[in-house]
């Protein structure tokens, strides 16, 4: 019911930024918290951060200071501005939705993008 399509990955320096894109359709965007999720070789998926309809958010501790998830909701699109990027941050990102509120658990979303590598050199 609700596709996704992420971008804005890519190849960057560690210390340097990179802002991802998340385009929702099929749905009505207002009524579901978006969330960003990641994961790295070998490792399960881990929760990044996530967002409800009014701008209300949550973040990792590992992200924290660094990353900051923002949505448009005229646009229909969740961002992640991620600065200061370390190796560590190297990983596929997903983009997820769910109805109302977030969770930090990658089952509780209903919805998933396709994933966007991102990778930070050393």
């Known amino acids: 019911q609700v596709q996704l399509v992420e971008s804005g990955g890519g190849l960057v320096q560690a210390g340097g930024s990179l802002r991802l894109s998340c385009a929702a359709s099929?749905?009505?965007?207002?009524?579901?918290?978006m969330g960003w999720f990641r994961q790295a070789s070998g490792k399960e998926r881990e929760f990044v951060a996530a967002i409800i309809w009014n701008g209300g958010s949550t973040v990792a501790d590992s992200v924290k200071g660094r990353f900051t998830i923002s949505r448009d909701n005229a646009k229909n699109t969740v961002y992640l501005q991620m600065n200061s990027l370390k190796p560590e941050d190297t990983a596929v990102y997903y983009c997820?939705?769910?109805?109302?509120?977030?969770?930090?658990?990658?089952?509780?979303?209903?919805?998933w993008g396709q994933g966007t590598q991102v990778t930070v050199s050393s």
């Open positions: 997820a939705a769910r109805f109302n509120t977030y969770s930090r658990s990658y089952y509780a979303w209903d919805y």
């Open positions: 099929g749905g009505t965007f207002r009524s579901h918290a």
